[in-house]
């Protein structure tokens, strides 16, 4: 562990597994205490919460679905009970679902923009009742398809365009109060879920490694370095960013 992030604590949504989980684990492996939030998977939740405790680290699994005021308002409460003080969101929880557009419900709609979109308004607004007067930092999950749509991902691309202008918007609209808002954008990056969809497997994979300047897929542990950046003093000069972190890729 480092001392990097010593004293501050942070939550992160959505981190039961995949990039939350490696976001999480490299918040507490800086010093920050964090509240590990997941929808669902109590048991993720908990093996992230082990593994930053066995590392010397502080952390706490607690139960909450973004797109819900009330879940919202009882994660950011659940921060303040458990550590005192709340210093860093990460807004990571998300949806999606690869199809063709013609396929796209009313239901799906709503699904990715409730969690996607909607998430991040309502855990900002939380966050700034619980900011103390040094501020905050948020940093908010986007996506290389924000800025570069993949054919059969425009809903969820959509969605993710919206959180690189979220992302803008607030870090001007909050600067005042001291809290910077970032975005960073993953690209390729191997995690649970996409191993689920077999996203990069055969020849795909190997077109996906082969039009990646850096020859490989990224990992949760890649994104986490940029996180920590962010969300440390190294980066106080830096709002209103979307850091695209895919090994080259456009």
């Known amino acids: 562990m480092s001392d990097r992030l010593a004293g501050k604590v942070a939550v992160v949504t959505g981190a039961s597994k995949g990039i939350g989980a490696g976001i999480a684990r490299g918040l507490g492996e800086a010093g920050a205490s964090v509240i590990v939030n997941y929808a669902s998977d109590r048991a993720g939740a908990d093996r992230v919460v082990a593994e930053i405790t066995r590392r010397g680290g502080?952390?706490?699994?607690?139960?909450?679905?973004?797109?819900?005021?009330?879940?919202?308002g009882r994660m950011l409460a659940e921060a303040i009970r458990a550590f005192g003080r709340l210093d860093i969101l990460v807004n990571n929880a998300g949806v999606y679902k690869f199809a063709p557009f013609e396929s796209i419900t009313e239901e799906e709609f709503y699904r990715h923009y409730d969690t996607n979109?909607?998430?991040?308004?309502?855990?900002?607004?939380?966050?700034?009742?619980?900011?103390?007067?040094?501020?905050?930092?948020?940093?908010?999950?986007?996506?290389?398809?924000?800025?570069?749509?993949?054919?059969?991902?425009v809903l969820y691309s959509s969605t993710k365009a919206a959180v690189d202008n979220l992302t803008r918007g607030l870090a001007l609209e909050l600067a005042p109060r001291k809290v910077r808002v970032n975005a960073v954008a993953p690209?390729?990056?191997?995690?649970?879920?996409?191993?689920?969809?077999?996203?990069?497997?055969?020849?795909?994979?190997?077109?996906?490694?082969?039009?990646?300047?850096?020859g490989r897929l990224g990992t949760p542990a890649d994104i986490a370095r940029v996180v920590v950046f962010l969300a440390s003093d190294d980066s106080a000069w830096v709002t209103?960013?979307?850091?695209?972190?895919?090994?080259g890729l456009k």
């Open 240 to 247: 209103g960013e979307v850091i695209r972190a895919s090994g």
């Open 58 to 72: 502080k952390a706490v699994a607690v139960q909450g679905d973004v797109s819900k005021a009330t879940d919202v």
């Open 117 to 153: 979109v909607l998430g991040p308004i309502l855990a900002v607004q939380e966050a700034l009742k619980h900011f103390g007067p040094e501020g905050g930092t948020v940093i908010n999950i986007s996506s290389v398809v924000g800025a570069a749509p993949w054919p059969q991902a």
């Open 187 to 214: 690209g390729t990056t191997e995690s649970e879920g996409t191993s689920d969809l077999h996203l990069f497997e055969g020849d795909e994979g190997k077109k996906v490694i082969a039009s990646t300047p850096l």
